[in-house]
């Protein structure tokens, strides 16, 4: 199996699950909250739902996966800006500056084929 495929659906179901959590989870309810991003959690939690499946789709159709995987690098960017801004510590930086490499990387790809 190729590297690039397995990033792309690592990803892909990655951001579904996460967005669904985000929708449904208590503890991802207050999570928001502590980054100040309450009321706009529905809306991003979408996105990610959708940007996630565009990944999948991608996998067929090139430039949906450029554009899904800018708009989770994107996002992933800013992640890391606010945990920053709230003066979060490393361990819990890691996992949004992961992400934001791993879908840079696909959009990089998403570029070269």
């Not at 309810?29 to 499946?53: D, N, T, V």
């Not at 090139?62 to 920053?84: C, D, K």
């Amino acid at each position: 199996m190729d590297i690039a495929l397995i990033i792309i659906i690592f990803s892909g179901i990655s951001f579904i699950i996460y967005g669904l959590n985000s929708l449904y989870s208590k503890r991802m309810i207050s999570e928001f909250e502590r980054w100040g991003f309450s009321k706009y959690r529905k809306p991003i939690s979408i996105f990610q739902i959708l940007a996630a499946s565009g990944l999948i789709i991608g996998l067929k159709l090139n430039f949906i996966l450029t554009l899904s995987s800018l708009g989770l690098t994107v996002m992933m960017f800013f992640a890391i800006l606010v945990r920053i801004k709230i003066n979060d510590n490393i361990s819990r930086i890691l996992p949004a500056m992961t992400y934001f490499m791993l879908n840079a990387v696909i959009l990089y790809y998403s570029t070269q084929i």
